[in-house]
């Protein structure tokens, strides 16, 4: 198991730094200008336009501003453009809204995912089955932020459900448990939408698995014995058709956090994805590069998690 984890964790650091490359350069050579006052602004002096440029390394070829802005990243000196802020300090005070919002999406869309497959599966050919993956194939297409919307003007129309931000304003509460209770509250609409889709996927996944797995001999000798069809069902069929389940967390990881720039940005949720958003329309390049890095960071930790998981569960895997 060890040479597995450390080939594995090796392989990660090699697409981390590769992956940061890519988005560096992507991010420089975009349209647009990284001048917080604008390029063309009379009022400006060359002398501070030059300063500017030494300060945030835009006065160096491109392969050295990104040495210098990693160098900059892990000394914890890299200034954000927009309010000359370090950007690490800036990104800490949005992770845990995120964190918060992804690892409630992650939950939401394995449990549903897994009810509904399971359900799928046991009506399979059945107008409740067909009813299910039409639902599910529809929340796959549906963009994000058309559900998001829709979703807020329901929910102001005929609710009292918090659509924006993560706490009510203007509140006292009388304990941290309300104050809790209020959080959990503001972010299970954004939770919900952000999980739609990984439950539709998910739910494909292990319907499609049960499906493969009632068809193997050990379901039909397990039949022959004449054990009861939930027997068999639920104690053989699904134990050996969850892995779709666990290789999923790799992959809801990333269209997560991908998702998370949309959610965050319509609901006005103070996180991670938001100050993307923020970052790309002010030319933040510090902030763009360290949120790449980071997030392709979680993004490859995600897929670690769901290898060693993989391996744990399919021993042959460790062998290959």
Known sequence: MLP?????????????????????????????????????????????KEMFRKKFHLDRPLYEQYWLNMRDL??????????????LGRILERMPATLTLNIASIVISLTFGLLLGIYCAKHAG????FWTSLGAFVFIAVPTFWIANLAIIGL????????????????????????????????????????LGGIAVQSRYIRASMLETLREDYIRTA?????????????HALRNSIRPLIT???????????????????????????????AVLER?????????????????????????????????????
């Open 4 to 48: 597995f984890l450390i080939r594995r964790l090796l392989i990660s650091i090699v697409l981390l730094f590769g992956i940061s490359l890519i988005s560096f350069f992507m991010v420089t050579l975009a349209p647009g200008s990284p001048y917080p006052w604008g390029e063309l602004n009379p009022k400006i002096t060359p002398q501070v």
């Open 74 to 87: 892990f000394t914890g000196q890299l200034k954000s453009i927009k309010d000359d802020r370090p950007v």
């Open 126 to 129: 059945k107008p409740p089955d």
């Open 156 to 195: 102001v129309k005929w609710t009292s459900v918090p659509v924006l931000g993560t706490q009510s304003f203007g509140i006292d509460f009388p304990n941290f448990i309300s104050a809790g209770l209020d959080r959990i509250w503001h972010v299970a609409l954004p939770a919900v939408v952000l999980s």
């Open 223 to 235: 039949r022959a014995k004449g054990l009861e069809e939930d027997v068999v069902f639920y104690k």
């Open 248 to 278: 999923g967390i790799g992959g809801l990881l990333p269209a997560l956090i991908g998702g998370a720039v949309i959610v965050e940005t319509i609901f006005a949720y103070p996180g991670m994805g938001r100050l993307g958003y923020e």
């Open 284 to 320: 933040d390049y510090p902030t763009l590069v360290a949120l790449n890095f980071i997030v392709a960071g979680l993004v490859l930790i995600g897929n670690l998690i769901s290898d060693v998981l993989y391996a744990v569960v399919d021993p042959r895997v460790r062998l290959e």
